[in-house]
């Protein structure tokens, strides 16, 4: 079973930046896509980015210009480089991978005032 654990997130000003890393056990991490969801309480997981193995990214329209997903180089890791931060991006933001199943992080609360 493929553990995540997600860090990074916090308290931010609009306009700044965060980055949101997710650290994975399990040693297909590099073969599987991973990537980020967000959700709000009473909502529905929403889509946010995504990468392969081989480096394709794709992005959810909100994300597109101000927010890149990258893999660390050595190690089982995800990141989320947020810039740009707009009040709306507030949301707890989970990673996950992709397998024969999809495995989740415990989420990361982002939070951005205005």
């Known amino acids: 079973q493929v553990q995540l654990v997600e860090s990074g997130g916090g308290l931010a000003q609009a306009g700044g930046s965060l980055r949101l890393s997710c650290e994975a056990s399990g040693r297909f991490f590099r073969f599987n896509p991973v990537g980020w969801y967000r959700q709000a309480p009473g909502n529905q997981r929403e889509f946010v980015a995504s990468?392969?193995?081989?480096?394709?990214?794709n992005y959810a329209d909100s994300a597109k210009g101000r927010l890149t997903i990258s893999r660390g180089n050595t190690k089982n890791t995800v990141y989320l480089q947020m810039d740009n931060l707009k009040p709306e991006d507030t949301d707890v933001y989970y990673c996950y991978i992709q397998g024969s199943r999809v495995d989740w992080g415990q989420g990361t609360q982002v939070t951005v005032s205005s």
């Open positions: 990468v392969t193995a081989t480096g394709s990214t």
